[in-house]
């Protein structure tokens, strides 16, 4: 079992629609939670973080997590072609003064016109 | 405001060969980290540093060797290159590992093995 697992995709959906990306992970110790936006050819970029139960919103961006479930997933309302890229989920468990931050292999979307 | 630098963007190394991969902050970050992403995967942790002169494996340290002489700089060093070390690496920092705190990636360096 992958420790952090996302669907490659492409995940299609019409411009202004709601994008729904999921990710499940596998360390029931994990206390943060990553989303990051990775257009071709760049480096990563942080889009939000949690790390409680429930949602927590940025915009037009929810993050929402479910530690029971192992669970955590990230909403786009108002989805724009600016918004196609490789979404990262990354997981992160803090052990004194290590840190181990996993990455999932990204759900790639697509926002069509 | 530079942040997170690495160099070269592109090489091309024959098998056998070693290069260093140079990866510089300039935000005062105690963390450092180095990643690789192999075409359609996500990032796979090569080595990290808590601080100057402490450093340690990731997930895929083999072939690859680091140091940490100073806060600012985290050098990547690949020994006899292999044609399965062809990826794209990202330099990263951080200040520290609480909850959130931002990772900054550098634009990454691109490495064929031919």
């Known amino acids: 079992q992958k420790e952090v697992e996302q669907n490659s995709g492409p995940l299609s959906v019409p411009e202004g629609a709601i994008a729904s990306l999921n990710c499940t992970y596998s360390?029931?110790?994990?206390?943060?939670f990553f989303w990051y936006r990775q257009y071709s050819g760049k480096s990563p970029e942080l889009i939000m973080f949690?790390?409680?139960?429930g949602d927590k919103e940025d915009g037009r961006f929810t993050a929402q997590l479910n530690k029971a479930s192992q669970y955590v997933s990230l909403l786009i309302r108002d989805s724009q072609p600016s918004d196609s890229a490789t979404y990262l989920c990354?997981?992160?468990?803090?052990?004194?003064?290590?840190?181990?931050?996993?990455f999932g292999t990204g759900t790639r979307l697509q926002v069509t016109l | 405001n530079a942040g997170v630098t690495q160099t070269p963007k592109f090489r091309i190394l024959k098998i056998g060969q070693s290069m260093t991969l140079q990866c510089t902050q300039d935000?005062?970050?105690?963390?450092m980290y180095w990643y690789r992403q192999d075409p359609g995967m996500g990032l796979k942790l090569i080595y990290y540093?808590?601080?100057?002169?402490?450093?340690d494996k990731g997930e895929v340290p083999n072939g690859y060797n680091v140091s940490r002489s100073t806060t600012e700089d985290f050098p990547l060093r690949l020994e006899l290159a292999a044609p399965s070390q062809t990826s794209v690496y990202f330099c990263?920092?951080?200040?520290?590992?609480?909850?959130?705190?931002?990772?900054?990636f550098g634009e990454g360096s691109w490495l064929t093995v031919v």
């Open positions: 990354a997981v992160e468990r803090n052990t004194g003064t290590a840190s181990k931050l996993t």
């Open positions: 935000m005062n970050h105690n963390y």
């Open positions: 949690i790390y409680s139960n």
């Open positions: 360390d029931r110790g994990s206390q943060s």
């Open positions: 990263a920092s951080r200040w520290g590992t609480f909850s959130g705190n931002t990772i900054y």
């Open positions: 540093s808590v601080g100057a002169g402490i450093t």
